[in-house]
């Protein structure tokens, strides 16, 4: 069974302050790998999607990257956090084609800004 | 370009009686609708899909969805609610081959004793 690990749990940073969120995806071989990112009591957001090792799409530019280092792990990160990077974010995994286009989400890491 | 709209954002319920929650999308064609649930502080949890077929899909814990074409929705459903029920539910469409998921606003259900 695949499992889906976020690290860390929750982060509290401050303002100009690094991150780096981690998202870990085992008994998958090549799946697609998504970060979302949801504002306290709010929806979510599709920050970036990849569909294989070192290839990242962005889909809404909020002052982040991401990377694939490796076929199971995708990072997300920032230089200088923002108050407004504060919220959930959450990793998903999909496999690609018919009906396997469902995505699975992780447990989310929750980021407060100050 | 796709949307999803959840015009109940706050819905309670009693104990044991039957939930409806709402979901309306526009699209060019039939999108892949989802249900997810949210329970507090957690991530989101798959409770059905529909991609083709009988428009009325099974998901987990007595939940079920009815798709209509002609009036573009995909209501969630179930006949008895328990207090585990609690939540927040989004309802979401993708396209086929697509990447984006797009989510609703979330419907928070409060199940009271």
């Known amino acids: 069974a695949q499992t889906i690990h976020q690290w860390p749990v929750a982060e509290i940073k401050a303002v100009g302050s690094p991150l780096s969120l981690g998202c870990t995806i085992k008994?998958?071989?090549?799946?697609?790998l998504y970060w979302y990112w949801q504002a306290t009591g709010g929806t979510l957001q599709q920050l970036f999607y990849?569909?294989?090792?070192?290839?990242v799409e962005s889909v809404v530019q909020l002052n982040l990257s991401a990377s694939r280092p490796k076929d199971d792990q995708f990072i997300l990160s920032t230089e200088k956090l923002l108050l407004s990077h504060s919220g959930f974010y959450l990793c998903?995994?999909?496999?690609?084609?018919?009906?396997?286009?469902?995505?699975?989400f992780g447990p989310g890491t929750r980021l407060l800004v100050l | 370009a796709q949307s999803v709209t959840q015009p109940d954002a706050r819905v309670t319920v009693s104990e044991g009686a039957s939930l409806q929650l709402r979901c309306k999308y526009s699209?060019?064609?039939?999108?892949?609708l989802f249900w997810y649930v949210q329970y507090p502080r957690q991530g989101l949890q798959l409770l059905l899909k529909?991609?083709?077929?009988?428009?009325v899909v099974q998901g987990v814990n007595g939940f079920e969805a009815e798709f209509s074409k002609s009036n573009s929705s995909f209501h969630l459903r179930k006949a008895s609610v328990h207090w585990s029920d609690s939540a927040v539910y989004f309802c979401?469409?993708?396209?086929?081959?697509?990447?984006?998921?797009?989510f609703g606003t979330g419907t928070t259900v409060s199940v009271s004793p």
């Open positions: 998903a995994w999909s496999l690609w084609g018919g009906n396997q286009d469902t995505q699975y």
């Open positions: 008994g998958k071989s090549s799946p697609n």
């Open positions: 990849s569909i294989t090792v070192g290839q």
């Open positions: 699209s060019s064609v039939t999108p892949y």
């Open positions: 529909y991609y083709s077929g009988d428009p």
């Open positions: 979401a469409v993708s396209m086929k081959g697509g990447r984006a998921l797009i």
